[in-house]
């Protein structure tokens, strides 16, 4: 299974950006469309965005459409989260997952401990 790691994560005024980062160990990303989504207080994980391995087609959620850029690089086995014009909204622990649509693979089940986002007004 893939062991993921989280970072990235911080403290920022509203308006402001942050990068994350997603590092794979053990396995590598190649076989996956891998995904970001967040976790707010109380709630269900949401899905933020996906990118496919391979062909690096992209899918976001429209809260995050025109703010946040996924991206990914093949050989560090990493996948980023650009976010920036952030809102107090976006505030969430944050993760990555491999992805089958919008929903995370029905095989994972290996979460990282997920990189913590608080935007502050």
């Known amino acids: 299974q893939v062991q993921l790691v989280e970072s990235g994560g911080g403290l920022v005024q509203a308006g402001g950006s942050l990068r994350l980062s997603c590092a794979a160990s053990?396995?590598?990303?190649?076989?996956?469309?891998m995904g970001w989504f967040r976790q707010f207080p109380g709630k269900e994980r949401e899905f933020v965005a996906r990118?496919?391995?391979?062909?690096?087609?992209?899918n976001y959620a429209d809260s995050v459409k025109g703010r946040f850029t996924i991206s990914r690089d093949i050989y560090k086995n990493t996948v980023y989260l650009q976010m920036n014009s952030l809102k107090p909204e976006d505030t969430a622990v944050y993760y990555c997952?491999?992805?089958?649509?919008?929903?995370?693979?029905?095989?994972?089940?290996?979460w990282g401990q997920g990189t913590q986002v608080t935007v502050s007004s």
């Open positions: 997952a491999p992805t089958s649509g919008s929903s995370p693979r029905a095989d994972f089940g290996s």
């Open positions: 053990g396995r590598t990303f190649s076989s996956y469309a």
């Open positions: 990118i496919s391995w391979i062909g690096g087609s992209t």
